[in-house]
């Protein structure tokens, strides 16, 4: 168990839908990484957040948005879905990224299947 | 943050020592080499990590050469459940980095009975 925590572990949606997956971070963890793990691709960064701040974005499409809330847990939305969004979706955390010997710890991720 | 190389696929027999090689040859000074493993879809699980020096944990060893262009993940008695993507990344610090992880394709390791 790594600690990181991601919900729901399972969502199929339609087509033009929106949806929300969330993460709480490792206790004492101020960094949020996002992921995106397609079938045909590896595994693509998406956003990152430390102390509610964004921090770093990667291939995130204009459709999806992320945000880390006071609490430091964190939600990604994915809006106007298509299929090619069906993916595992996966959360990690670390503590400051500036200090060396931070390591990331993943969750478990949250499939997404898009119909 | 410098490109890692790694072979597609590996096998191993069980019980063997698994040696996974990942070079690194435009790595940078304060860039770390850090190894990960994924398990048929899992969450991608922190296997060791380095900068200069070789490391060991429970799990692994980590040879570095001198010159830090390459690595050597070694899985000391490998065992059927260590099959699994076997992901070499070198990962930039400093504050103002953010130290995010970029993977590559990886190195898929199969123990075999």
């Known amino acids: 168990d790594s600690g990181v925590t991601q919900t729901p572990k399972h969502l199929i949606t339609a087509t033009g839908q929106r949806v929300t997956l969330r993460c709480s971070p490792r206790?004492?963890?101020?960094?949020v990484y996002w992921y995106q793990q397609s079938l045909d691709q590896g595994l693509q960064f998406l956003i990152q957040y430390y102390n509610g701040e964004e921090r770093a974005k990667g291939n995130i499409l204009e459709r999806f948005s992320a945000q880390q809330f006071p609490d430091l847990h964190s939600e990604l939305n994915l809006s106007s879905l298509e299929l090619g969004d069906s993916a595992l979706y996966f959360c990690?955390?670390?503590?400051?990224?500036?200090?060396?010997?931070?390591?990331?710890?993943f969750g478990e991720g949250s499939w997404l299947t898009v119909v | 943050d410098a490109k890692t190389t790694q072979p597609t696929s590996m096998d191993c027999a069980e019980g063997r020592a698994a040696n996974l090689p990942c070079n690194h040859s435009?790595?940078?000074?304060?860039?770390?080499v850090y190894w990960y493993r994924q398990i048929h879809s899992q969450g991608p699980q922190y296997i060791i990590h380095?900068?200069?020096n070789n490391e060991t944990n429970e799990m692994a060893s980590l040879i570095i050469t001198e010159d830090r262009k390459s690595s050597t993940l070694i899985l000391p008695h490998a065992t059927l459940r260590d099959t699994a993507v076997y992901y070499c990344i070198v990962r930039v610090y400093g504050s103002s980095n953010t130290g995010k992880l970029i993977f590559g394709q990886g190195t898929t390791l199969q123990v075999k009975p």
């Open positions: 380095g900068l200069k």
């Open positions: 435009t790595i940078s000074g304060n860039e770390y």
């Open positions: 990690a955390s670390s503590a400051s990224p500036g200090n060396s010997g931070n390591t990331i710890y």
């Open positions: 206790s004492g963890d101020l960094s």
